[in-house]
């Protein structure tokens, strides 16, 4: 299902099922939000807006106009519509293949050498130029500029330690040279996160030491109560917090207002590069509207009929209140699959500094014996319904990866084999009230840590105590702050962690799989682990563990191979190693999330996966294609 179009080691620009045509060829719609602009002659008109060569949909969607209004728990979170608005060089279509976006034609060499083409007469929000000097003025002026990006360039450009040739081929055209391959270098800038390796340089410019006088910047920045030129220069350099509203952008909308504020406004953007198969440019709607509220308060807000779309926020938790005020209120609520791992994962810590405790923990019969106490058929019902997926902390079937056997190995309820295990390891000992003991004497009491900002997991976890309990093991739920939280298991304190399980668990073969291996410190089982490779050996601990020393050979054969058989052979074993290993302890997956929708709003499909990567929320599904018909009256809301 999910392929990568590749001829002889190119990526060919064809887009989602859209055409590439010149929008002179076609006759082409002014949006009536700004039709004044344009007779005043303050706004060209929309023929010398669009690029030359606009992204064009089809089939088209709808019709022009009108705000939707949604809700955010913090004034910081409006910096989500980065996500999910997913405007990106190259992203993600529904089938998750990689095709240019921003881009007008991408090549790759062997995943080697990259080459971005740009759309003639593309231009940023405020009608400046975007060209190649944009990603110089990153590549060369930002990133590698000291007093701006001390840490340097982003890790993801760096293979072997060695940063690529970046070359300027002409005003449209830049190229990027490894020695060696840098297969995540494409997945990184579809990723959920923009990282941004351009920039709007005609506006940043006026704020950069190199092209402005330093005296006059380093005064302003004082004034604005900052240290320098460059504290000035990043915090109007802010393409992901939505802080700005001068800098330019190539999103569908640009923020009209800042901070401190209780609504936060969206308005189209004149110049983005799309437009559908009828000569109306995109987004359809004129306006994100996003209103601060306490997030307690969503559902009940949505049930009142408050809000035209929302999803971020909403629990399966929620869905009968959502229901219950759909006919009163005109909305449906849809309800996608989450793609995740598992809703509720147990991460022992291999690391943990306690002697006794991470002996345990790294004996794989004592994570496969917890494994199966676990009765996921009642965690099911009484969590998710019994709508969910039992088993382990894997891929889902909807991934061209999932192997059936992976979901159930280790995984089933038999709680006579898990005492037979932990019998086997030598936790023979109880206590009068039946609960094992450790070799030193103590109850084999889990303390199982949890940021408790999920009813789900906080419950999951008080059934699985009751499970636990006819096996002889003891487990007590310590919720806390996450930060907390982190710091703890950062520090080997924690000895088990609840979390959910893998973000990216519909991943294809040319997605990295950096989240399988232990390679990040904020992996609840291997934090140490995690350090040690993120900082080199500078701090944590080594892999000493060889079927986890086998995750790291096989990320390093995925990062050094622009073969996608070779990539392909790679997952499917790291996810095996997962499996019969139990290095997170899975349980219940495929919780729905639901999806608020106005009536008269279209534009999203009825069943869809949901996932922070690699669906950026609904982003690949193209809001910007959102659109309320005309039944619905507010077309043109203003």
């Known amino acids: 299902m ?30 009536p939000f700004f039709a004044d602009k344009v007779a005043k002659n303050e706004l060209p008109p929309l023929a010398e807006r669009l690029p030359q060569n606009p992204i064009v949909v089809n089939p088209p969607g709808g019709d022009y106009g009108g705000d939707v209004v949604t809700l955010v728990p913090r004034a910081r979170d409006i910096r989500y519509i980065s996500t999910y608005a997913y405007t990106r060089l190259v992203g993600y279509d529904r089938q998750l293949d990689l095709q240019p976006d921003l881009l007008e034609r991408l ?31 990153y590549w060369e002026d930002v990133a590698q500029n000291r007093e701006l990006s001390p840490a340097g360039p982003p890790e993801f450009m760096m293979v072997d330690g060695k940063l690529p040739r970046f070359e300027v081929l002409d005003e449209r055209t830049v190229r990027y040279t490894w020695d060696k391959p840098n297969p995540r270098f494409l997945p990184q800038l579809a990723g959920p996160l923009d990282p941004g390796i351009y920039r709007a340089s005609a506006y940043l410019k006026r704020f950069h030491a190199k092209y402005a006088d330093q005296a006059a910047l380093d005064e302003e920045a004082r004034k604005q109560k900052l240290k320098s030129w460059a504290a000035l220069h990043n915090r109007l350099d802010d393409m992901k917090e939505q802080t700005n509203p001068d800098l330019p952008t190539l999103q569908p909308w640009r923020i009209t207002n800042t901070a401190p504020a209780s609504r936060f406004v969206f308005e189209r953007n004149p110049y983005y ?51 219950e005020g759909e006919k009163a ?107 094992r003991l450790l070799p030193d004497g103590r109850e084999l009491e889990i303390i199982v840590e949890t940021d408790g900002e999920s009813s789900l997991v906080v419950d999951g976890l008080t059934l699985i105590a009751e499970f636990w309990r006819e096996i002889g093991v003891k487990l007590f739920i310590k919720p806390q702050d996450r930060t907390v939280l982190r710091n703890r298991s950062y520090a080997g304190l924690t000895v088990m962690v609840a979390s959910a399980g893998f973000d990216n668990a519909i991943p294809t073969a040319i997605m990295p799989p950096t989240e399988y291996a232990p390679m990040r410190q904020d992996n609840y089982a291997w934090p140490k682990w995690g350090q040690y490779v993120e900082t080199k050996g500078k701090n944590g601990d080594p892999v000493d563990i060889p079927e986890a020393e086998r995750l790291l050979q096989l990320y390093e054969t995925w990062m050094n191979t622009g073969n996608r058989t070779v990539q392909r052979e790679v997952w499917t074993e790291m996810l095996r190693n997962h499996a019969e290993n139990q290095w997170v302890i899975g349980t219940v997956a495929g919780a729905l999330q639901p999806i608020v929708l106005r009536n008269g709003l279209h534009g999203l499909p009825d069943k869809a996966l949901y996932s922070w990567e690699p669906t950026a929320m609904i982003g690949i599904y193209r809001p910007d294609e959102l659109y309320w018909n005309k039944a619905a009256g507010k077309e043109a809301r203003r």
């Not at 997030?295 to 999803?311: C, H, Q, R, S």
Request: charged letters at 25%.
């Open 107 to 137: 090549e790759n060499e062997d995943d080697r050498v990259f080459t971005f083409t740009l759309r003639a007469g593309h231009r940023w929000s405020d009608g400046s130029p975007f060209t190649a000097e944009d990603f110089r003025y």
């Open 2 to 31: 999910f392929t990568t179009l590749r001829t002889k080691g190119l990526f060919l620009a064809a887009a989602l099922s859209l055409l590439a045509l010149p929008a002179l060829a076609r006759t082409l719609v002014e949006p």
């Open 273 to 323: 590069h799309r437009i559908d198969d009828e000569g109306r440019q995109l987004p359809y709607l004129d306006r994100i509207i996003m209103d601060v509220s306490a997030p307690g308060l969503f559902a009940a807000k949505a049930n009142a009929g408050e809000v035209d779309l929302l999803f971020r926020g909403l629990s399966m938790t929620d869905v009968p209140i959502l229901k």
């Open 329 to 435: 209120k005109g909305y449906k609520t849809l309800l996608w699959p989450y793609a995740r791992g598992t809703e509720l994962a147990l991460y022992p810590n291999l690391n943990t500094t306690d002697p006794v405790w991470r002996k345990l923990n790294r004996d794989v019969r004592y994570r496969r014996a917890l494994s199966l106490g676990i009765d996921r058929r009642t965690l099911n019902n009484a969590l998710l319904f019994g709508l969910g997926v039992e088993g382990n902390n894997t891929v889902v079937a909807e991934s061209p990866l999932f192997s059936p056997e992976l979901r159930t190995l280790n995984a089933t309820y038999d709680p006579t084999e898990a005492s037979r295990l932990l019998d086997e390891i030598g936790l023979t000992e109880r206590n009068g009230a039946g609960i």
